[in-house]
């Protein structure tokens, strides 16, 4: 049964950091491009960052680039989220999903204001 849970989300003030972090079962983990997406209120689910079976490529929204880095540990089965320079829009519900594959996780809320 595939199984995504999504943690470490939280209050921090904006320029601060957050790691998230996604546990994943239920499936071969490094047979999938994994992929962190956000969703804000009244907003479309949008994709933040991707990254393919053995980290070789990593794909980023341009408004997250040089400030978020996507990662993962295979043998953990394991996918992160490394987020700093935090801005209040950055404020919104993360999500993980295993590409090609109909699994998300339930979302971790991550709100950035002073």
């Known amino acids: 049964q595939v199984q995504l849970v999504e943690s470490g989300g939280g209050l921090v003030q904006p320029g601060g950091s957050l790691l998230l972090s996604c546990a994943a079962s239920?499936?071969?983990?490094?047979?999938?491009?994994m992929s962190w997406y956000r969703q804000a209120p009244g907003k479309e689910r949008e994709l933040v960052a991707s990254?393919?079976?053995?980290?070789?490529?990593?794909n980023y929204k341009d408004s997250m680039k040089g400030r978020f880095t996507i990662s993962r540990d295979n043998a953990k089965n394991t996918m992160y989220l490394q987020m700093n320079s935090l801005k209040p829009e950055d404020t919104a519900v993360y999500y993980c999903?295993?590409?090609?594959?109909?699994?998300w996780g339930q979302g971790t809320q991550v709100t950035v204001s002073s």
């Open positions: 990254i393919t079976r053995f980290g070789g490529r990593t």
């Open positions: 999903k295993a590409e090609d594959l109909a699994a």
């Open positions: 239920g499936f071969t983990f490094s047979w999938y491009t």
